[in-house]
């Protein structure tokens, strides 16, 4: 009798554990499928000659005269966003953002099935930017200009606008744009090492070049390049950049001389100094600190401990700051439903990026055996890492909308991004030519959704009260960029992983409880 009322206890405990893991993942997010989908967004974006194997059909070749004019093969690339423009600094940061997830998560990427699609997506870029690097001193910058393009609204299949092409040289150098490139190059030498050692040491060679410029003729390159400034205008300045690129290109070499350049200059060029509350594709300096916080895991940085701490301890400022609890007025904003608001302008971007630093730094915490210690106590590892789920989650429908922002993903989301190639019809459907104004007649202000689904884009996002207003011409809510997707690989490899790992300890679970 008492064995049979134990027997009853034991039962109804581990129903009721079970019952608990039910309810703390219902409403789960599928992180397998949202990586699946941010991968494919990139080849929305594709310029140039679409390879056999594109799978966005609703896409055609483009941009295949870009640099004829100036005499340079520019063709390739990535658009940035929902126009034609190729800007050199966002699309280095994009690729830049698409290596790291790849060097931080590669097995958890494999694992869902994408790390081929992952590395095409890298590729794509790295390709482009060895044709851009002429020689070692000249890096063409853009190609195409926003003014002209804004005038348009056009497939990228037919478009009529100026591809005028603009570089960074010796006489108008931009160190930023330089570095940038330089990083990416340098991390995506690190994807490629094993696979393919020969084009890894290529992109080695043209990062190492590339760094040399931008230290050898310093200077902004919007201050070079007037025409990138309404659009992307380099606010932080170069040295977060060149630190970065030196960071990266130790990472990738092992070279003492790039780490000697990281630390001799992480006072003078504010690697130390600058305590940060943003990460994006202009401010560098927080995913710098914490690239440099992880060098503190190897025993052979220990003789440069000291200025590594620093650099810990502005790491460390940006993730309280996210976490809120840093003082008051150096906290970054959230929503009323908890999403972290930078900028009305494409918010999203934001939050991609500040969730991989701190899914990333999530794991140091955990490797190093360390906490987080902020301005309002101490953190654990899995206090950040429930964070940054909580922002992935809001992404994918867990907000007052429940809608989801990254575009294709579950029953609901934004059915009129602000991207032309997305809200006109396909040319692979009709290859009447639609000319520049006749897009803003025929497609821009129709209240249909758009006919071609630009599947995982993340757009702008909602506003600092949580509201969005899906429609074409509110683009600072309703525009995509490929820096917004490029931060969510890494982030949705990592929770996919935990959610496979999650399902296996519910099956388990079902399995002791069969077993009673």
Not at 381 to 387: C, D, G, I, K, M
């Amino acid at each position: 009798m008492e064995e049979k009322k134990k027997k009853t206890q034991w039962h109804n405990l581990l129903l009721l554990l079970l019952t608990l893991n039910i309810f703390t993942t219902a409403g789960a997010f599928d992180y397998s499928d949202a990586l699946t989908k941010s991968l494919l967004y990139f080849e929305s974006q594709r310029s140039g000659r679409l390879p056999y194997n594109q799978r966005v059909a609703w896409r055609d070749h483009s941009g295949l005269t870009d640099g004829l004019e100036q005499g340079v093969d520019l063709v390739g690339g990535y658009y940035d966003a929902g126009d034609h423009v190729k800007f050199g600094l966002p699309m280095a940061f994009t690729v830049t953002m698409l290596s790291w997830s790849v060097i931080e998560y590669r097995q958890q990427i494999a694992a869902a099935g994408e790390l081929e699609h992952a590395m095409e997506a890298i590729k794509w870029g790295t390709d482009y930017f060895i044709k851009a690097h002429t020689s070692p001193n000249v890096l063409w910058a853009e190609v195409g200009d926003g003014d002209t393009d804004h005038y348009c609204w056009q497939r990228p299949e037919d478009m009529t606008t100026s591809r005028q092409a603009y570089k960074i040289d010796e006489k108008n150098p931009g160190s930023d744009l330089a570095g940038e490139s330089a990083a990416a190059l340098a991390a995506a030498a690190l994807v490629f090492k094993e696979s393919n050692p020969h084009y890894s040491h290529l992109l080695l060679h043209h990062a190492q070049q590339l760094f040399e410029f931008g230290d050898k003729y310093r200077e902004k390159y919007d201050w070079s390049l007037g025409v990138v400034k309404s659009y992307y205008a380099s606010v932080s300045g170069f040295k977060d950049e060149l630190l970065w690129a030196a960071l990266w290109l130790y990472k990738a070499t092992d070279n003492e001389e790039y780490l000697k350049y990281v630390i001799n200059k992480a006072n003078s060029f504010g690697g130390i100094g600058w305590a940060m509350t943003e990460f994006s594709w202009d401010v560098k300096f927080a995913g710098l600190q914490l690239l440099a916080s992880k060098l503190l895991l190897e025993e052979k940085h220990k003789k440069h401990s000291h200025i590594l701490k620093l650099y810990k301890s502005k790491a460390d400022y940006y993730m309280c700051s996210c976490l809120n609890k840093n003082t008051a007025a150096k906290n970054v904003e959230r929503t009323p439903a908890g999403l972290l608001y930078v900028r009305r302008w494409n918010n999203m971007q934001y939050v991609s990026a500040a969730s991989f630093l701190l899914t990333v730094y999530s794991d140091f915490l955990k490797t190093s055996n360390g906490k987080l210690s902020c301005h309002g106590g101490t953190v654990g590892y899995e206090e950040v890492l429930s964070f940054a789920k909580s922002q992935m989650d809001y992404i994918l429908g867990a907000n007052p909308l429940n809608m989801s922002y990254l575009v294709g993903y579950g029953p609901k989301f934004p059915q009129r991004v602000h991207h032309r190639g997305a809200s006109v019809e396909s040319y692979r459907e009709n290859k009447g030519f639609i000319g520049c104004t006749q897009g803003y007649d025929s497609w821009y202000a129709r209240e249909e959704p758009n006919p071609n689904v630009l599947v995982g884009a993340l757009v702008g996002g909602p506003d600092c009260k949580d509201n969005f207003v899906d429609r074409r011409d509110n683009y600072m809510q309703t525009e995509a960029c490929t820096y917004n997707t490029a931060p969510l690989v890494g982030v949705f490899a990592k929770f996919s992983e935990l959610e496979v790992q999650e399902n296996v300890d519910q099956g388990q679970n079902l399995d002791l409880v069969a077993s009673y």
